[in-house]
């Protein structure tokens, strides 16, 4: 299935609509019980500090999946995308207040395959002004 944004439309160096996700440790309990990842440091503040954390952090998948969806969203077609892949540079912490954290995604076409009708779609992934995910990135197939 082809995405809704058309390959000829599309430039390297076109940015996506950034969009910001919050995140509480609600949502990470939510996440755990969706997952199967009960991990105690994505919910237990004494444990995330004692294993020398400095609190609570979001799972890397939860934050890899927010992350892609500024994609999907853009190409208007989940099964558009083709590969994704990213490094974990630091962790979203989550405080327990009301706030809790927010993950900044940002992202610009990185390069053009004529020959594939691919996309390559450079992340920015950050939470606190620090980044989050490194070499954040996606392939989209478009029509």
Known sequence: MAARISFDDVEV?????ARSFPVTRADLVRYAGASG????????????????????????????????????????????????????????VVPNDDEGAVIEVG????AK???????RVD???????QKVLGMSRAVVRLA
């Open 13 to 17: 160096g076109q940015e996506l609509p």
């Open 37 to 92: 990842d009960f991990n105690p440091i994505h919910w237990n503040e004494k444990f995330a500090k004692e294993v020398g954390l400095p609190d609570v952090i979001a799972h890397g998948m939860f934050t890899m999946a927010e992350a892609v969806s500024v994609v999907t969203d853009w190409a208007g077609d989940p099964g558009a995308l083709v590969e994704y892949g990213v490094r974990f540079t630091k962790p979203v």
């Open 113 to 119: 395959d004529d020959e594939a009708r691919t996309v």
């Open 107 to 110: 992202g610009k076409i990185g």
């Open 123 to 129: 992340l920015l992934v950050k939470s606190a002004g």
